[in-house]
């Protein structure tokens, strides 16, 4: 899990769009469990968010934390969106679950071949190319524990992505039954960018 920040503003579903322009809306990553194909496209599920994981930015989502927030999107017969790397202009499908259960965050969901970039997330993921999902949010509540690490009491949900680096180590994809960690891929690649740029510093 990681955490970055990008855009603020309203609730989504009252008229105002989401842009990348502002500061607010942070992200979460973790990685889905199952995916299925299905009639007009590829089913999804798994968590998006674990309770109680500690992540790399140090923050720790508490149980319940989406609980306001689903409740409210419920009342206003809105969804929460599915979206292609956190893109407000790609939507991929539709989250048809959304709820919290005792370990986490859960949704589950259609990515749509009538889509363009629905069908290329699709041959990504059948490929185990991509595994991630990760969550758009804003913080309504949050604390400190006496290790220093940010406690995230409250969330505000704005969609669910499906994403290429997921960042929470303790969780897995079952992609056509194999499962596999994410951290030894990210040091990897810090690895390969830091030699990179070293090559470009001498010229």
Known sequence: MGYQM???????GNGEALSSGAAGLEHKFAR?????????GLEISGYASLF???????????AGAYAASLAEVAKAGRSVKMLWQHDPAQPIGVWDEVH????GLWVKGR????VAKGREAAALIEAGAIDGLSIGYRTVKAGKNTKGQRLLSELELWEVSLVTFPMLPSARVGSKGDF????DVLREM?????????????G
């Open 111 to 114: 990515i749509l071949s009538s």
């Open 52 to 62: 109680g994981a500690v992540d790399q930015g140090g923050d720790v989502v508490e």
């Open 100 to 103: 919290e259960d005792g370990r």
């Open 6 to 12: 990008i855009d603020p503003g309203a609730w989504p």
């Open 180 to 183: 596999k960690a994410v951290g």
């Open 32 to 40: 889905f469990g199952a995916v299925t194909e299905v009639e007009g």
């Open 190 to 202: 810090a690895a390969a960018f830091d030699a990179a740029r070293s090559e470009m510093a001498r």
